[in-house]
Each structure stands twice: as C-alpha cells, then as structure tokens.
C-alpha cells in the first residue's frame, strides 16, 4: 500500500473536484496548498508513477458524449488470464474486473456512438466465445467515485438532467482529451489546446460550459483509491420490483459507506438484480458491516441481495467519448 506524505494527502483531499479553470491552475493550487508549483507538479508526476493517481482530468456524465455500458462474461478459471486480455485489448474498455461470481469478469466498454458499442461488445462475444451479457444504465443516482480519504464522503446530485444542446463540434475530442489526462505543467490548458488546434481561452470556456450543463461531473485529481488500501471492494446487486428502486437507490446514496449507485436494465433469466451499488472498503469485515447497515434500512427492507467482491483489477482507464486520435496524453 501506497503511504502518502501530508502534502499529498491534501492534494488528494482538497482537489478531486472544483479543478481551477484558469490558465495557472497548478499555480492557484500551490498557493493554496502552501507550497510552490515546481513542489506540486513534482508530487501530483510522483503520484502518477507509483500509481496512486490516474490522472488530472476530467469525468463525464455517461450517455452524454457518448454510449457505455456495464458487461459481464461468465469465464471458466483456467481461460481467465487469456479472456481478460481479449477485453483489456478494447480501446473503448475503461474498467475490467473479476469478481466472486458466475460472471465472473466485469467490465464498462464505452464508446462514441451506440453503433460503435455494439461493435466492441460483438467483437468480445466473437474473439472470446462466450456470452456478453449487456446491462446498460437506467438511471444513475450516484455516479462520482471522487470520495475523499478522510472525512465524509461527498454524493454528486445528479437531481437535474444534463443540457446536450450545449455540445459543440470541439468537446468530444476535449472531453477525451482530459478523460485521458491534463498536461503536468504550469499552463495546462494552453497546452491542450495547441494539441486541439484551440486557444487556452477556448479550452477554459468550453470546459465552463460542460460544467454547468452537467456534463462534464467532476474535474480534478482521479484517485486509485485500490492502491491507498481501499481493497476489499464490492459491487451489490439488490432485487426489487420497480416501484421500490428509486427510494432504495435514494436511501443507498445517503449511506456514508456507499460510493456508487444506479440501475441498471434487468436481463429476465439472467439477471434480475436491476439496483446496484458500490461499496469502498479497506477490509472485507468493514464492507459487510457496511452492507448490512445498508441492508436494514426500511427502503430496502426484504430485498434479496448479492455481493460481488472483486479479486482483481485488469484495467481502469478513462472512457473513450471519440474516436481515436492525437491528443493529451
């Protein structure tokens, strides 16, 4: 487990959220951190490095700038190592898991367009030989995993539908650009916008832009929260007839130990467990203490339930929002 100076624990703190967007963001946070930009830029590349944070950029709301979806496939042991690689191999494959299941590898295959989702999710189903079950989202009611390290955990509204009129010919291509990661350097913006053929001032009102129409969520440090010792982790799938999910999937949201939480399609047969919710933990006593807390409030009450902890991280990048090409890496 990664152990963090008290600098870097104020970095990763105080700036999940709220980035600045002015032209010396990093400068900005200095001051505030008390500390000077060459010491800053120096631990957020350290942090990098040892894996403790992904990258500072951006989130999206999903089915905004493009189409995901959350799959499973039912792998046999001794074809895990193989089929994970098949996945992993997916540029639009942002997150793959296997967890306690008999679908047993998890994954979010996201892409610019319904069309190109379906392609990626056939390609799998043809390269692997086995069945993609497709759960796409419903109606998310918590869907920032930015949570701090200490102290409450914060739950993004998501109360108000986001404004797509507001997209413009330039903010795909931004969007990937940050899902993939802001330039360490001192005029971030700049520099990404002479990698997109726009200005800084262009780059910083656009972002504004996605901001208020609740497109872009969260814009900050992205956190491997797995590395800090948050390893137990599980994803909870409850069964519930549909008039009861948006009350329980409200009460899930108000839980402390609930870091995520959406429906999803029900798929009759296969799989009749439409809520889920994440839950982030350091040890698997203090998820099922979590979990049964959970389970006990009147909004779930009766509900059947499975817990699928996850065994092991194969990927977890940034969401593909456009088609591939040369921007910030």
Known sequence: MTVLTALETRILDDWQRDFPLVPRPFKHIAETLGTTVEDLLSHLKHLQTTGTMARVGATCRPNTL?????????????????????????????????????????????????ADLAQCLARIEERTGLEVLSLPLKRAFNIDLGFRLEGPRHALSL????????????????????????????????????????????????LRVLTEARIITRMGVIVRHRAL???????????????????????????????????????????????????????RSEAQGILADAAAMPELEGARYQVLFSVRCFKQTGAMVDRPREVAA
């Open 159 to 206: 109360e108000e539908a986001a404004d797509l009129s507001v997209i413009g010919p330039k903010d795909r291509a931004l969007t990937q650009a940050l899902t993939n990661g802001l330039p360490l350097q001192e005029r971030p913006y700049a520099r990404l916008g002479e990698r997109l053929g726009m200005s800084e001032d262009e780059v910083l009102e656009r």
């Open 66 to 114: 493009g189409k995901s979806t959350l799959a499973a496939l039912s792998v046999p042991d001794w074809r895990v190592e193989e089929v994970a690689q098949i996945v992993g191999a997916e540029r639009g494959v942002n997150h793959s898991y296997l967890r306690e299941h008999d679908w047993n590898l998890w994954f979010v295959a996201t892409a610019p367009d319904a």
């Open 229 to 283: 010792g948050w390893r137990s982790n599980a994803m909870v799938t409850w069964d519930l007839p549909d008039d009861r999910i948006e009350a329980a999937g409200r009460a899930l949201v108000r839980h402390p130990g609930v870091t995520l939480c959406y429906e999803r399609v029900r798929r009759p047969g296969k799989w009749d467990h439409p809520l889920f919710c994440m839950i982030h933990a350091k040890s």
